[in-house]
T-cell receptor, first 113, second 111 residues
Framework: GQQLNQSPQSMFIQEGEDVSMNCTSS?????WLWYKQDPGEGPVLLIA?????ELTSNGRLTAQFGITRKDSFLNISASIPSDVGIYFC?????????????FGGGTRVLVKP | DGGITQSPKYLFRKEGQNVTLSCEQN?????MYWYRQDPGQGLRLIYY???????QKGDIAEGYSVSREKKESFPLTVTSAQKNPTAFYLC??????????FGQGTRLTVV
């Protein structure tokens, strides 16, 4: 099925740093969603984007819906230890049957030793 | 308490057994989805249902079956035909084309 390319696959953060991750696709999406998943738990919605160019913040998180509708990024400012986890992007293709979502492979955020 | 309830949280299956994972929601969402997650991987769609008494196969439906007899419930059966069932299973719901909300997941292990 349709794949979303999410990068980086993993990253190390130091408290106070800003971090960024993104998702790209060769197809046009009409919805972008960003989730965080803690070990052994279900993903929790962070930010939802519905319009090309839309820039939305949720506390220290900021996400944008790319103007081409083929990409999205998520920024975390001033990271803290509880930001550790796996972040997933999810997109809905225009006209997707059943409003199905396609998920990226995830970005694993770890703390620098 | 509103939300999505998956049970059990942990499930062990012997070779050749069928097991059923429960997903119940009280969000009044029409659409429900089952995903499979393998270690270090993203989510892959198994089955989905947009309305009661109707469901469609996702990308990896082989070895799985579902039913949607009530709006609130979308159980997933992992059959003996699924050769590699050990995984984390996630149920989600959506209202139209808005955000998807997830349950807490069921970890299935073959013993």
């Amino acid at each position: 099925g349709q794949q979303l390319n999410q990068s980086p696959q993993s990253m190390f953060i130091q408290e106070g740093e800003d971090v960024s991750m993104n998702c790209t696709s060769s197809s046009i999406f009409n919805t972008w969603l960003w989730y965080k998943q803690d070990p052994g738990e279900g993903p929790v919605l962070l930010i939802a984007l519905y319009k090309a160019g839309e820039l939305t913040s949720n506390g220290r998180l900021t996400a944008q819906f790319g103007i081409t509708r083929k990409d999205s990024f998520l920024n975390i400012s001033a990271s803290i230890p509880s930001d550790v986890g796996i972040y997933f992007c999810a997109g809905q293709l225009s006209g997707a049957a059943g409003n199905k979502l396609t998920f990226g492979g995830g970005t694993r955020v770890l703390v620098k030793p | 308490d509103g939300g999505i309830t998956q049970s059990p949280k942990y499930l062990f299956r012997k070779e050749g057994q069928n097991v059923t994972l429960s997903c119940e929601q009280n969000l009044n969402h029409d659409a429900m989805y089952w995903y499979r997650q393998d270690p270090g991987q993203g989510l892959r769609l198994i089955y989905y249902s947009q309305i009661v008494n109707d469901f469609q196969k996702g990308d990896i439906a082989e070895g799985y079956s579902v039913s949607r007899e009530k709006k609130e419930s979308f159980p997933l059966t992992v059959t003996s035909a699924q050769k590699n069932p050990t995984a984390f299973y996630l149920c989600a719901t959506r209202l139209g084309a808005t955000e998807a909300f997830f349950g807490q997941g069921t970890r299935l292990t073959v013993v």
